[in-house]
């Protein structure tokens, strides 16, 4: 991942549940789904965890979660946040999403929430999720949807203007297309209102 994006990240890991009053309209919704798409699930492994907020939810619904982020600020509020919740069947480690450790087709879900517009290659981080999932499990991919409307492009240009490490602007047709394109199923979309609004979209890998 990109040494910059990961700069920021490491610098504002403290005050990210903070900024989270002006952005944060979409979540409630945006995490009953998450935790929806996933209740039952086996393993599902978490990738741009920052603090947790989508760590607990999922939490609640799936066996075990392996909760991941790239920056190691992040990881240390994550890890306080899985300790105060006594979420015992977390795990909480630092990875870079390019160079997950999973074999092959050996988990049952990703959750990889508000990350898709801020990797540097997109397909490669699409190929690298589908990679480390079963055939038939799934993808979970919840993305701020920055060029949805005229208010989000606005917010999202003064964002810029503070070093936000954004690398692309979605529409919510435009990651369901980049997500088919990287030979995932998508099984279901909603669009959640906010000053940017969440495209939620999850897929499935085909079965063999």
Known sequence: MNDDGRSYWERH?????RSMRLLGGPLPRMLE?????VRGSGRVLEVAAG???VTR???RTAHEVIATDYARAMVNELELRVRQE??????????DLYALRFAPAS???????NVLHLVPDLAAALAALRRVIRPGGRLVVPTYSHDETLASRLVSRLLA???FPGQRRFTAARLRQALEGAGFRVSREELI??????AYVQAEVAAA
């Open 193 to 198: 209102p906010g000053v940017i609004p969440i």
């Open 57 to 59: 939810a999922i939490a």
């Open 161 to 163: 203007l503070t070093g």
């Open 13 to 17: 890991a403290k005050n990210y549940d």
């Open 86 to 95: 006594g979420l015992t069947h977390v795990r909480c480690e630092q990875a």
């Open 51 to 53: 603090t947790g907020l």
């Open 33 to 37: 789904l998450s935790a929806d798409a």
């Open 107 to 113: 988990l049952d879900a990703v959750v990889a929430a």
